[in-house]
């Protein structure tokens, strides 16, 4: 199993990024993905994830409308359009995959499956 992440990078604040998650090794419309991330010194947050049979997408108030997850079923990517990027949003950005959308959401006490090693975004101000 396999989950690499792309697309981070240096932006100024306003800006937009977009991250990609290519994925193998499991049967992607069995899963949810979700983004999370990491900024130094904190801990780690989820961002967004979405189920990939039926759509539904979830965001942390932080993101809501700046933010869009999508996913391209045929090539088993995951992707998280970043726009009006904040000095705040500076973090490593990781993508990570469960068959429990529950637990992608943190409502279980179950650990995540598979985890990708993460890109760093960095916003300056």
């Known amino acids: 199993v396999q989950l690499v992440e792309s697309g981070g990078g240096l932006v100024q604040a306003g800006g937009s990024l977009r991250l990609s998650c290519v994925t193998s090794?499991?049967?992607?419309?069995?899963?949810?993905i979700g983004w999370f991330r990491q900024a130094p010194g904190k801990d780690r947050e989820g961002v967004s994830c979405i189920s990939t049979n039926d759509g539904r997408r979830y965001y942390t108030d932080s993101v809501k409308g700046r933010f869009t997850i999508s996913t391209d079923n045929a090539k088993n990517m995951v992707y998280l359009q970043m726009n009006s990027l904040k000095p705040e949003d500076t973090a490593v950005y990781y993508c990570?995959?469960?068959?429990?959308?529950?637990?992608?959401?943190?409502?279980?006490?179950?650990?995540?499956?598979?985890w990708g090693k993460g890109t760093l975004v960095t916003v300056s101000s």
């Open positions: 090794g499991f049967t992607f419309d069995d899963y949810a």
């Open positions: 990570a995959a469960d068959t429990s959308l529950r637990t992608i959401l943190g409502r279980t006490n179950q650990g995540i499956d598979y």
